[in-house]
């Protein structure tokens, strides 16, 4: 059997599931670093006020034809290492994936397919705690790369901040 991994935009009747899922995945994480504006602590509004919004891109990630996550994609403002973005650039705020699919390699490939939905990209950013290996496994096999850049925040979380270039032949005339 073949395993199918896609991306679609999110509608409203995704928010709910994906609600839950967010809050599922956060959960270890929160546990973990008691940071106040994790999204395990944020209600469906989080989500379906980001739906049809200029600053934001949301996608439903699905496995197998049935929702297993959902990716955030910032497009203008700003970020922890970014005052504002640049014109063709993008950070990735947030994926998601149900507890109990982690460590399939859905994230890497949801990645790969959102970022054709951004045909004018030059560059896209992500970052994260620095000591989540699962997470700078997942990145750096999508392409990202270290920037070296770190940043710590009022907890004590260190951030670290990736990047992934599009190659010239790829990024906007």
Sequence with gaps: MITVIAVRPTGPQDAE???QL??????????????????????IEDITSRLDTPQ????TILYDHEIAGGVLYRCIGRTPFCESLPEHEYYLARIYIRPDLQGRH????????????FPDAACFHVDFPQDLA??????????????????????????????KTIKSEEAPL
């Excluded at 967010?22 to 209600?43: C, I, T, V």
């Design 134 to 163: 699962m997470n700078r496994r997942c990145y750096e096999s999508a392409g990202f790369t270290d920037t070296g850049k770190r940043l710590e925040t009022d907890l004590g979380i260190v951030l670290a901040a990736y990047q």
């Design 17 to 19: 599931q994906l609600c």
């Design 56 to 59: 934001f891109r949301y996608f």
């Design 106 to 117: 859905i994230a890497r490939a949801a990645i790969l397919l959102c970022e054709k939905y």
């Design 22 to 43: 967010q809050k599922a995945a956060f959960r270890p994480l929160y546990e973990k670093y008691h940071d106040s504006s994790n999204p395990y602590l944020r209600g």
